[in-house]
Structures are given as structure tokens and as C-alpha cells.
């Protein structure tokens, strides 16, 4: 497995992230002990989850499941950089109350104590903010952060689904407080979604952080979707946001090429387009989101497969990116 710094810090991650947000409501808790268990044996040591992760009634399994596979030993949390996620509400259908969401002083330390509970640990490696919150200064959040930190309860703070003048907005607020500010941005970022170029990443290279891409494969579509669906396989594929996409005839011509040029290659289209994503300048990792084993080895194979120039060539004919700003805002 290959390692790399996580953006300005000294924090060593594998470069494939391992993603939970499948163990709960589609892999019971065996099976994601296993996935788990396969992936720290495999040299992967980055865990991402979320305090929502489990959804709807079953909001907070994910990170129990999580919890209750540390708490088997074996070094398993030591081996582990843990990563959670606060923004969502956790309270029930019909229970919720002010204060139980987003991103208040309040919610932040509710959220951590809570999550610490759920993942039976005393620490999270990397607490990242899940969306946006407009309505909390960045000066009041970085508040709650810096006792979380002085008590030993976070190390490191991230973003998620935020611009590029947020991440701005908010390291330059850190940067007045004294305070080490946002380390990561995880973003939606893959061959079909390649709009983070325009200014998330930028910003992210210039602040210091590490670009941690989430849905990879665009929820399926550049892992042979069109493929699977003439064989018959892989609902995930041809299902959903995946299928609606693939019932435009732009969009399912250019998959199409893609699953041609990886056909004429002899290579798999989610390998290929996980091993884009890593040699892309400033990613550290994407996410994957195994819900088998056999997911998982796909995902493990892509860090070996290193794109030359003619392939790299082809995918951005394939898929263009919007360029650099501002000419990308260019008539």
C-alpha cells in the first residue's frame, strides 16, 4: 500500500480511504468486520464515517459497527486513523429540537461526545464538518474545535462539501485565532464530476490541505455501468442517480467511450478511474465504499495501476475538465 502526508500535517495515510457509509444499512456488522479486518491487513489505515452514517432510524450504526470492531483488540485502533463527520441532525423522525444539528459551539461538543460513545474510543483522529453551515461564524466554530483539541478529544479538523472560499474563509479566521485551521477537504471529485478543478482544489494546494474525493466512480457509473447492464449485473450500476444519468444519450455515449477505451486497454473502468483520481496533484486518497471483498481487491488494484500519458490523454478527451480560472468563466 502507498502512503502519503495528509495535506500540512505529518499524519501518514494510506492513499485508498476506506469508506463505511455501506456498513449498516447494506453489510451487516460480520461482514464489515471483515471488510475492515481485510483492509488493515491490506495496509489500508484511513477510516471515514460519519455520525448519520446508518440513516434514517438506524442514524449512528455505522460508527457502533465501527466501535464494536475496535473493541475486538488486536491493535485495531491503534492501527486506525479514524475519521467522523459532524452537520446532521441525530435526533429521531419527529423528535428533533433546536440545537441538535449543524454546526453551533453547542452541537460540535454534543456531536463528539456522542460519537467517541459509538466508535468506543477516546479520540477521533480527524473531525470533519459535512456541509456548509452559513449561519455559524467561523470564529464560534473554531471556539468549540480548540477545546476539542485541548481536552484531547479531536487532532485534526476537516471540511467537506465546501467552496473554495469557504475553505478560504475559514483558514484565514483560523489563521487570526491562532488556531491550525481545516487540514482536508473531501469533495466530489471523479472523471465525470471534475468541477472541484475550478477552484476547491486551488484552494486546497494553497491552504494546505488534503483532497480526499468522495463517489469515485460517479455512484457507479465509470465502473462499467453500461457493461453490467447488458449482462444483466450490478443493480448499484443501472439504478438510480446512475440509470437517470445513463438515460441521457451525451452522457451515455461518452460512458460508452470510456468502456471502450478501458476494453481496447485491457483494464477495468472503476480501477482506472480510482487510479486517475490518485495521480491527480493534491489528492490524497479517494474514498471506496466496499460493500464486499471482492470491492475491496478492485479498489486495491487501482493503486497499482499507474496511467501513462497517452491514457491520461484519452480521459481528458473523454472528459474534459473546465480548466483553470478565471479563463474556465470565460465566454
Not at 449498516?24 to 488493515?40: C, F, L
Not at 478529544?153 to 469557504?166: E, P, V
Request: aromatic share 8%; proline share 5%; hydrophobic share 35%.
Amino acid at each position: 500500500m502507498e502512503y502519503t502526508q495528509l495535506g500540512r500535517t505529518g499524519l501518514k495515510v494510506s492513499r485508498i480511504v476506506l469508506g463505511t457509509m455501506n456498513f449498516g444499512p447494506q453489510t451487516d456488522e460480520p461482514g464489515s468486520h471483515a471488510i475492515m479486518d481485510a483492509a488493515q491487513d491490506a495496509g489500508i489505515n484511513f477510516f471515514d464515517t460519519a455520525n448519520v452514517y446508518g440513516w434514517g432510524a438506524d442514524k449512528g450504526r455505522t460508527e457502533e459497527i465501527i466501535g464494536a470492531w475496535f473493541a475486538k483488540g488486536g491493535g485495531r485502533r491503534e492501527k486506525t486513523v479514524l475519521a467522523t463527520k459532524v452537520f446532521g441532525s441525530m435526533a429521531a423522525e419527529g423528535d428533533a429540537t433546536p440545537n441538535q444539528d449543524r454546526l453551533s459551539a453547542l452541537n460540535i461538543r454534543r456531536a463528539v461526545d456522542a460519537s467517541l460513545k459509538r466508535l468506543r474510543t477516546d479520540h477521533i483522529d480527524l473531525y470533519q464538518f459535512h456541509h456548509v453551515d452559513r449561519s455559524t461564524p467561523w470564529d464560534e466554530i473554531w471556539q468549540a474545535i480548540d477545546v476539542l483539541v485541548q481536552q484531547g478529544k479531536i487532532i485534526y479538523a476537516g471540511s467537506s462539501n465546501h467552496a473554495g472560499w469557504h475553505i478560504a474563509q475559514a483558514n484565514e479566521t483560523a489563521a487570526r485565532r491562532g488556531t491550525y485551521g481545516l487540514v482536508s477537504e473531501q469533495c466530489l471529485y471523479n472523471l465525470a464530476e471534475r468541477r472541484a478543478e475550478m477552484d476547491v482544489i486551488p484552494a486546497a494546494q494553497e491552504y494546505g490541505l488534503g483532497v480526499i474525493p468522495w463517489s469515485p466512480l460517479q455512484g457507479g457509473l465509470l465502473g462499467g455501468a453500461i457493461r453490467k447492464e447488458s449482462e444483466g449485473g450490478g443493480a448499484r450500476s443501472t439504478t438510480g442517480r446512475s440509470a437517470d444519468r445513463l438515460a441521457d444519450p451525451r452522457v451515455r455515449e461518452q460512458i460508452q467511450r470510456y468502456e471502450d477505451l478501458c476494453a481496447e486497454r485491457g483494464l477495468d473502468p472503476g480501477e482506472t478511474a480510482l487510479a486517475w483520481l490518485l495521480s491527480r496533484p493534491g489528492v490524497t486518497g479517494p474514498i471506496v465504499g466496499p460493500r464486499t471483498p471482492e470491492h475491496l481487491d478492485s479498489a486495491l488494484r487501482a493503486v497499482e495501476l499507474k496511467p501513462d500519458d497517452g491514457l491520461l490523454a484519452s480521459l481528458d478527451e473523454i472528459f474534459p475538465g473546465p480548466g483553470p480560472t478565471p479563463e474556465a468563466f470565460a465566454w
